[in-house]
């Protein structure tokens, strides 16, 4: 009998539709045992843990949710040693950039669905792992701009509908007048590509690395999950108006400003607190001197477009 995994958020607020559409509907399948797995109010990392320890060969995993879902599952099964788990992704957020990016599919496609090899890249600090991202990683004053998107007024707004990317710019446009004025990286610091050579990066605020087809909405990548090495990275100082503002019309109607990249390296001059983001997931880290980014050997196997 095969075992299907969905991964939903009973606290979200879209989780009247995720129990209607998918968790009920799942449960009428013949031949297939189901398993209901519903994040905790801890994080991301311990739920992608749990979830890694329940998963066995050959299993299907179903989000259903928004990015930070999204996350969750993609980092759960790359954490997992079992062999040949496929992933599915089903968007109820307010972004949903990674059900975007596979293709915006149902409950149906999933389950009939043909299976592609996608490849997240992988953050490390300190040498270490952190986290699997598909769609991005930020660090600067991007990433803790997110937090704006989390109070209660404006995710209402969100989940209206309606034109979401001109209210997210508007909403980051009233977030960076209350504070452009701060410092959100070293005045200096090194970006390392993968032959070793170092650049220094000056009045930075802003670290990118993009792999998927959409970020928020807002910037646009070339879906390059799909590649096994390549990603698209930029640095930016997001904290000057006159840099800024072009910087997001490009964004709107054209693509991220990025460069391919393989290995990105970003060393500070000493022990550093940054705000690093994946997938809208956000936090605050103290101590980093190294933060690496790059594509894993690893694929996943996702039921993708």
């Known amino acids: 009998?095969?075992?299907?995994?969905?991964?939903?958020?009973?606290?979200?607020?879209?989780?009247?539709?995720?129990?209607?559409?998918?968790?009920?509907?799942?449960?009428?399948?013949?031949g297939v045992m189901i398993g209901k797995f519903e994040v905790a109010k801890t994080n991301v990392d311990d739920n992608a843990r749990r979830l890694a320890r329940i998963l066995t060969d050959g299993d299907l995993v179903i989000a259903a949710g928004g990015d930070g879902t999204a996350n969750i599952a993609i980092n759960g099964v790359m954490l997992s040693r079992a062999q040949s788990v496929k992933l599915g992704v089903i968007g109820y957020g307010n972004f949903n950039d990674v059900a975007r990016s596979f293709g915006n599919l149902k409950l149906d496609d999933i389950l009939k669905g043909k299976v592609q090899k996608v490849y997240p890249m992988q953050c490390k600090i300190n040498g270490k792992h952190w986290r699997y991202g598909m769609c991005y990683f930020t660090i600067g004053m991007f990433?803790?701009?997110?937090?704006?998107?989390?109070?209660?007024?404006t995710r209402k707004t969100l989940r209206k509908g309606g034109r979401k990317t001109i209210f997210s710019l508007f909403t980051l446009m009233k977030w960076w007048l209350k504070n452009h004025r701060r410092r959100f990286l070293p005045e200096t610091f090194l970006l390392g590509d993968a032959?070793?050579?170092?650049?220094?990066?000056?009045?930075?605020?802003?670290?990118?690395?993009?792999?998927?087809?959409?970020?928020?909405?807002?910037?646009?990548?070339?879906?390059?999950?799909?590649?096994?090495?390549?990603f698209l990275s930029?640095?930016?100082?997001?904290?000057k108006f006159h840099k800024l503002v072009p910087m997001m019309i490009r964004s709107v109607f054209k693509q991220v400003p990025g460069a391919e990249s393989e290995y990105d390296c970003l060393v500070f001059p000493e022990a550093t607190e940054i705000m690093i983001q994946a997938e809208g997931e956000y936090k605050k880290i103290a101590g980093v001197r190294t933060v690496e980014i790059a594509k894993v050997e690893k694929a996943l196997l996702v039921v993708a477009k």
């Open 143 to 153: 990433a803790e701009a997110c937090a704006v998107f989390d109070a209660p007024k």
């Open 1 to 30: 009998m095969k075992r299907l995994f969905i991964v939903y958020n009973p606290r979200s607020s879209h989780y009247g539709k995720v129990k209607t559409d998918i968790i009920d509907r799942l449960a009428e399948l013949k």
């Open 195 to 230: 032959s070793e050579d170092f650049a220094e990066c000056r009045g930075k605020s802003d670290y990118m690395a993009v792999n998927g087809k959409t970020v928020a909405k807002i910037m646009k990548g070339d879906g390059w999950f799909r590649n096994k090495t390549g």
């Open 234 to 239: 930029m640095t930016g100082c997001m904290t």
